[in-house]
């Protein structure tokens, strides 16, 4: 049910803070997949089928959007047209936003640095991504399906819960990416970063909710 009490913020300043979160994120995905050194398991999945067929990075995450998107709808029970639009209305800008980040970062000299700054940069890229999803569930406008994916267990499931929310969301990608190893003995993007935010993330988004924009609540829970 809708709280009375929800504050009420600007459009210029919702607006603000949802570019905001989403350069955040993107920049913190892209981070992660630069460095090598583990992403967030969506991302992680979508970059292990990138490498197995002749589909662009960009192209592969929405793909993997419409796959998330049919799964959201089968926990929800039912077609919410707005969300569903809201979902690619977020995911195919996102989507080629990352894989932009990614090719800038890649003509820098990341990789070079040493392992112990590689470990905590991609950490970073982690945090990035949790304080992106923070903000952007918060304003609950419009979100990417796996975050959308992960508010819909989280508040409808698990009792509000976001570290075991987050965990369950990243069952199917998990999955994905065990069939593409045991296929072809080859992985990417999954490395230390990865279980760190199998973890943390769903933890850190909780962390950012609070000290993030604190002002910035749960918006639109009962759409």
Do not use: C
Request: proline share 4%; hydrophobic share 55%; glycine share 6%.
């Amino acid at each position: 049910m809708k709280d009375k009490n929800e504050p009420k913020l600007s459009t210029t300043r919702l607006v603000i803070y949802f570019i905001v979160s989403l350069l955040i994120n993107a920049l913190g995905n892209a981070l992660t997949v630069s460095l090598n050194l583990g992403s967030a398991f969506w991302t992680a999945a979508a970059v292990n089928i990138s490498h197995i067929t002749p589909i662009s990075l960009g192209n592969m995450l929405v793909l993997n959007g419409l796959f998330i998107i049919t799964l959201n709808v089968i926990l929800l029970r039912k077609f919410e047209w707005r969300r569903i639009v809201g979902n690619f209305v977020f995911m195919v800008p996102f989507s080629y936003l990352i894989g932009w980040f990614t090719q800038l970062l890649g003509m820098t000299s990341l990789n070079s640095l040493p392992l112990i700054a590689r470990v905590l940069l991609d950490f970073v890229g982690v945090m990035f991504i949790s304080i992106g999803i923070s903000i952007y569930q918060r304003i609950n406008v419009v979100l990417h399906p796996a975050d959308d994916l992960m508010q819909i267990i989280r508040f409808d499931y698990v009792h509000g819960n976001p570290a075991i929310a987050q965990v369950l969301s990243f069952t199917p990608p998990l999955i994905a990416i065990i069939v593409i190893y045991f296929f072809t003995g080859n992985i990417y993007a999954v490395n230390i970063g990865t279980i760190f935010a199998l973890l943390f993330q769903g933890a850190m988004v909780g962390v950012a909710d609070k000290v993030v924009f604190p002002a910035l609540k749960h918006r639109n829970l009962s759409r």
